[in-house]
């Protein structure tokens, strides 16, 4: 069996795509800050005879990251794929013309360090194995700049930037890298349906037909 390890594993995105993945045989690794959403999440996918273990850590926390995903790898073996999706909420962002060194590194404490981390600890497997994937979820304002959107644009858009630069190191190497900008909210029952975004990521983890994608498809930047 292979694992997937959820990075900022949540009630909304997070669950839906350990629900997808683990339906496909994944065991299922979970790292968040939040104990109850942890327990949440991880007693509804034993209740669907999926195999998930929690890790409790505040990404910011680059010691705690490191030591859960550690902790997951000794427990449920090498990661195969490593999901990255930490979600702060729309509290975090400011608008360009309210924007600070002091809220921009806020959003890069949270957003890329953990990202290089996370990469750092299950590269090397995925390497040596010649196999595995690497997913990074932004917003839409990591592909198209939006000034309400004015901390959160800059880290994104580097976020982007790193992924790119993975793809384009590793693609030989059997390792996909994929990049999934959601440019719509994510709510059940909406056309932003986690449920139908994780079946979107999974479709492009499966295929593999491209880098990256916008969710939904063909995002118009002027309509945004």
Do not use: C
Request: hydrophobic share 45%.
């Amino acid at each position: 069996m292979k694992t997937i390890a959820i990075i900022g594993a949540g009630l909304g995105l997070g669950l839906s795509i350990a629900k997808k993945f683990g339906a496909q045989g994944f065991k299922v690794a979970l790292v968040s800050r939040n104990t109850e959403k942890l327990e949440i999440i991880t007693n509804e996918l034993k209740s669907l005879n999926i195999v998930a273990r929690s890790y409790v850590a505040d990404i910011t926390d680059l010691n705690a990251l490191k030591q859960a995903l550690l902790a997951a790898k000794k427990d449920l073996g090498s990661i195969d794929v490593l999901k990255f999706s930490p979600y702060a909420g729309w509290s975090n962002f400011t608008d360009i013309l309210e924007t600070t060194p002091a809220s921009v590194l806020e959003q890069v404490n949270s957003i890329v360090l953990p990202a290089v981390l996370s990469v750092n600890e299950v590269l090397p497997d995925m390497i040596s194995n010649g196999s595995g994937a690497i997913l990074f979820t932004t917003g839409i304002s990591a592909m198209f700049p939006l000034p309400s959107l004015g901390n959160g644009g800059i880290v994104m858009s580097g976020l982007r930037n790193y992924a790119t630069n993975l793809h384009n190191e590793l693609k030989e190497k059997g390792v996909f890298v994929g990049h999934l900008s959601i440019g719509t909210f994510i709510q059940a029952g909406t056309a932003g349906d986690p449920d139908i975004i994780a079946e979107a990521w999974y479709n492009l983890y499966e295929k593999k037909h491209s880098f990256e994608e916008t969710f939904p498809k063909g995002i118009d930047p002027t309509k945004l």
